[in-house]
């Protein structure tokens, strides 16, 4: 049986650890850290504090891997994008592909992405849903980078943000 590690060194729960420690390399790792799903969880509520509400994050992995944000550009123009460009918004019309369908797109492309870059943890990278600021409920995607950062993926215009101005309320997150 192997030791249990000291908290706070790489690998022990809940601390970080240097993505070269996986026993994979590729260019878009160097700078990747191993969170477990409690720091994921607390990143994510910490940016994305809206008023007293509090909202359910669903994160179903006990760990994730939260690339550099350059890396998540990375993996949605070589995973992604190209999927994304052949769907067509309907709008209103409560036919397939309206922002729910764009966005699980992404996590399933993102999750294959990882897979085909032998990738030992999901990225941590899911769904949003959240009411705007213009009122209405919409359905983007979400990441956490290596410095726990919280950012925005809009699926439908392949646009990322840091800018969280645009969510009056967060309604629920799903990783």
Known sequence: MAPARAPGAPGAPGAPAAFTDLRTRSAYAEGAVLLDYKAVINAISTGLRRGVRAFPIHAFDRDYLALKADS?????????????????????SGVFEDCDDFARVAVGQMILGAIAERMPHQPAFGEIRYDTQRGGHHMANIAVDSKRKVWLYEPQNRKWTDDLKAIAE????RL
Do not use: C, N, P, T
């Open 170 to 173: 967060v309604i629920e997150v």
């Open 72 to 92: 998540y550009q990375w993996f949605a123009d070589k995973y992604i994008d190209h999927v994304l460009s052949r769907m067509v918004y309907r709008g209103q």
